[in-house]
């Protein structure tokens, strides 16, 4: 594979105005005919007391892969994603669409958040992308 770029988006957050938040670094590499995509998720618990179970409960519920039939004991994708997609005209616009700053996705996204928005563009690319287990 030939590399040609990378790039990455720092400053995401899935649930930015509660306590509780997840930081994601999302980190696109170009290559002649692919994206490899990197999720790296950072949990931040809330600045109120739970319980061991209760943090777990809602660490699972605020990952942005949770979905309602998850297992919240489960720790698939917990900390991590990485997967690999042919680059096309379509893919093309969703890796441009994931990489926009905050302000710009918002002129795109409706009435939803960019945060919202940029979750289900991550949902998206996961149908695409095969991941890699390391």
């Known amino acids: 594979m030939a590399y040609n770029s990378t790039s990455i988006l720092t400053n995401f957050k899935i649930n930015p105005l509660q306590s509780a938040y997840y930081d ?18 950072s949990f931040h618990p809330p600045d109120y007391p739970l ?3 209760e943090l777990k409960i809602l660490k699972a519920e605020l ?3 949770h979905t309602e039939s998850s297992n919240s004991s489960s720790d698939t994708r917990q ?11 379509f893919t093309a616009q969703l890796v441009e669409y994931l990489l926009m700053d905050n302000e710009t996705l918002a ?17 998206s690319i996961s149908y695409f992308a095969k991941e890699i287990k390391n």
């Open 79 to 89: 900390n991590q994603y990485l997967g690999r997609m042919f680059k096309n005209t």
């Open 24 to 41: 994601i670094v999302i980190q696109v590499n170009t290559f002649e005919h692919v994206y490899e995509i990197l999720y790296s998720f």
């Open 107 to 123: 002129q795109v996204s409706g009435r939803i958040s960019p945060e919202e928005y940029r979750n289900g563009l991550m949902w």
């Open 51 to 53: 319980t061991d179970g």
């Open 63 to 65: 990952h942005p892969f």
